[in-house]
């Protein structure tokens, strides 16, 4: 058997997604939250977790949870659908929506699991480099949609790793031009403050993807999507029956019951990111851009490879993004408390200087 003849060559020549396995270390690359849940908070979840029932399967398709969600957001529960994290979404469209050219479109940078998922699931990607202030280049996009039919656009909102906001006009004019399916991943919405979900009332080729994860439940790996119930109800047959484990829908339900805790937290990290950019904004050789996010996105002047090994070596672990020629020694920093935050500018201060 020679592995090589039997997988697709899209997959084989991929490195595959790159988590570094770290322990102790300062984690400020994945966009966590770095907020633990109080204690007492933390022991009533685990109280309701250990109520599970291990030898049952989870609720299928967890209506109670699908129609909290729905109320949440003023929507039906027929236009919501949980997904094992977001990933799972974006895997789930993509496999169900294919369009003539079997075909995604996304902007780049961005997230990169759009493209790998895309590929994996046998789609061909439309990459299209955003602008040089990192905002869409719509007429580049209109033009690649009526070239190519993709049926699925991906556009985070705020986008990642660049933290900004795409312009609201560009992403309605993309909304009106595509025959596809415009997908908005708002998972960091909350620390914009802003969200384009009201545009469902008004274009029904919408899918908006959210999770817990960047909220401060990310080992509990849950997503869901919003749009249009025709589209939610094909994609809902691709799904996989017990998706959602039993542990996810009741993190889920207490997220929602503990609503305010959780909104607390995205408070602190607001603040925790503008202190951040302070004191990143005082080392010499950083090109910082300003962030809606829970993470901070800045250039080099310096070899970032160099920087970046530095930093692993202090124990602190960032994302590094040098990719040439559209992310030249770039990084990107998750927002830490404000103890991982001091830790990270004394060490990135102190390996520039060296
Ligand atoms: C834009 C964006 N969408 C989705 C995800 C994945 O979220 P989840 O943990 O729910 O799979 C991430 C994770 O980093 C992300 O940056």
């Not at 907020?35 to 250990?50: A, F, V």
């Not at 817990?212 to 997503?223: C, D």
């Not at 937290?265 to 090109?287: D, F, M, N």
């Amino acid at each position: 058997m020679v592995i090589k003849d039997l997988v697709e060559r899209s997959i084989f020549k991929q490195s595959g997604y790159i988590a570094p396995e770290v322990t102790g270390a300062i984690k400020m690359d994945a966009n966590e939250n770095p907020i633990s849940l109080q204690e007492p908070l933390k022991k009533k979840l685990m109280e309701e977790m250990g109520r599970i029932d291990l030898n049952r399967y989870p609720a299928a398709g967890a209506p109670e949870l699908r129609d909290r969600f729905a109320q949440y957001y003023g929507v039906v529960k027929d236009m919501v659908m949980l997904g094992n994290g977001s990933d799972e979404l974006i895997q789930t469209l993509c496999l169900t929506l294919k369009g003539k050219i079997n075909g995604v479109l996304v902007p780049v940078p961005t997230f990169s699991m759009y493209k790998i998922i895309a590929v994996n699931t046998g789609n061909k990607v439309v990459e299209v480099p955003l602008d040089k202030n990192f905002d869409l280049d719509c007429d580049a996009i209109i033009g690649q949609i009526k070239a190519n039919f993709p049926a699925l656009v991906f556009l985070s909102y705020p986008n990642s790793p660049t933290g900004n906001l795409f312009s609201r006009d560009k992403i309605e004019a993309i909304i009106k031009k595509t025959p596809g399916i415009v997908v908005v991943d708002e998972a960091y919405a909350s620390f914009s403050g802003q969200t384009l979900l009201p545009m469902l009332k008004k274009y029904d080729n919408l899918i908006f993807l959210k999770t817990l994860s960047k909220l401060g439940l990310a080992s509990m790996r849950l997503g869901f999507l919003i749009g249009n119930r025709d589209i939610v109800a094909q994609l809902d047959k691709v799904r996989l029956p017990y998706n959602v484990n039993s542990l996810s829908q009741i993190a889920a339900n207490f997220f929602l019951d503990y609503q305010d805790e959780f909104s607390s937290q995205v408070a602190e990290i607001i603040k925790r990111r503008e202190e951040l950019y302070l004191g990143l904004k005082e080392i010499a050789g950083i090109k910082l851009y300003p962030s809606q996010a829970n993470f901070i996105f800045f250039s080099c002047a310096f070899d970032s490879n160099r920087i970046y090994n530095k930093l692993v070596a202090e124990g602190i672990i960032v994302k590094n993004l040098n990719i040439p020629p559209l992310m030249p020694n770039c990084m990107r920093v998750t927002v830490g408390n404000r103890k991982e935050n001091e830790a990270f500018l004394r060490a990135l201060k102190s390996v520039i200087s060296k």
